[in-house]
């Protein structure tokens, strides 16, 4: 009786310790069908969906930064900028222009303190009149206080990361935003994902706590994108 009841807490034991620590619909979703992927064979893309306007994504920059330093050498990080509305769409505008100049990485971090820790007026005050003017579906006023938002995070970013004004304001309104931004409101699509931040895995996986998952914390989160990036790495069988 003994011999069997260590048997059976050793079977315990093994199948617990083979269990996956994290499973599918709770603290991540398959995606149905799986996504093409725009990278080399051996290599993992890594999509982060987000926004420098929403306060969430701002609270987990600083583990994706942490993050980014241990990736694997072998796993390719885009960034895809939200645009589930007007005022998200405008903050996309700024995501393209900053990566068109190759400013976004040094860029982005100042943006999110400026706008949600520090909580710059100076930043704040164009920002929420253009969200108050799309709100009351005032054009007009949107378009001046657009106008004002542009200017403001002209000198910010000229001020705060050195990027050139002008090259900016050119990339702000180049002929190809519009269709970058029609590009990144497919992508959100065809990936299902409701809400930022969120990261996509490789075409096939999606987590982050908008999607509705059980993510706890950030930290899970970080834990759950390592487990799936180490799906991915498994040799096929």
């Not at 930064?65 to 700024?94: I, Y």
């Not at 004004?165 to 299902?192: E, V």
Request: include cysteine.
């Amino acid at each position: 009786m003994i011999r069997n009841a260590l048997l059976a807490l050793a079977l315990t034991v093994t199948t617990a310790a083979c269990a996956e620590p994290f499973e599918v619909n709770k603290q991540y979703r398959v995606i149905e069908p799986a996504q093409a992927t725009n990278v080399k064979p051996g290599q993992i893309e890594f999509i982060e969906f987000y926004s420098i306007g929403c306060p969430h994504c701002a609270e987990f920059e600083p583990y994706m930064q942490s993050w980014l330093k241990r990736k694997p050498a072998n796993v390719r990080v885009t960034r895809v900028p939200a645009t589930f509305s007007p005022f998200f769409k405008l903050l996309a505008r700024a995501h393209y222009a900053l990566e068109d100049l190759k400013a976004s990485e040094r860029a982005v971090p100042l943006l999110f303190d400026a706008i949600h820790v520090k909580r710059n007026p100076d930043l704040l005050r164009p920002l929420g009149e253009y969200n108050a003017r799309v709100t009351a579906n005032d054009p007009a006023g949107a378009a001046a206080a657009e106008r004002q938002v542009l200017d403001t995070l002209t000198m910010f970013l000229a001020r705060e990361s050195g990027v050139d004004g002008k090259a900016f304001r050119n990339a702000w309104s180049s002929f190809s935003m519009n269709t970058r931004m029609a590009q990144a409101d497919a992508t959100f699509r065809k990936y299902g994902v409701r809400g930022v931040p969120a990261v996509a895995i490789n075409g096939k996986y999606v987590t982050g706590p908008g999607q509705p998952l059980r993510i706890r914390d950030f930290d899970e989160m970080v834990k759950v994108m390592d487990h799936l990036i180490a799906l991915e790495s498994k040799p096929a069988k």
